[in-house]
Nanobody, 121 residues
């Protein structure tokens, strides 16, 4: 396993969680990183990504203004700070890495195992 996500849990609507994703290969530090999520019965969807060089962040419209993606290069860790959580944010969240800057999950080569986020109303 090259990526490991953690930090999920059960939270009430309006609450916050911070997800972490650590990677074991130093070379993955030079990859684009992203977060995706998948709710039951739905396709995996893009949440946020961070560019490998500039660290520029990009978000899905559904989370813009509520979620923040960041990284700690020295710790080989990617974060997703999730605020003002809504029940519709309930999903398994995955971190991913690839050399290509994209929002298409099918293009990502490396994946974490996923962490469950459940938001109660």
């Amino acid at each position: 396993v090259q990526l490991q996500a953690s930090g999920g849990g059960l939270v009430q609507a309006g609450g916050s969680l911070r997800l972490s994703c650590t990677h074991s290969r130093r070379t993955l530090s030079s990859y684009h990183k992203a977060w995706f999520r998948q709710a039951p019965g739905k396709d995996r969807e893009f949440v946020a990504r961070i560019s490998r060089g500039t660290g520029d962040a990009f978000y899905a419209d559904s989370v813009k203004g509520r979620f923040t993606v960041s990284r700690d290069i020295a710790k080989h860790t990617l974060y997703l700070q999730m605020n003002s959580l809504k029940p519709e944010d309930t999903a398994v969240y995955y971190c991913a890495a690839d050399m290509e800057a994209t929002r298409d999950p099918s293009k990502f080569r490396y994946w974490g195992q996923g962490t469950q986020v459940t938001v109660s109303s």
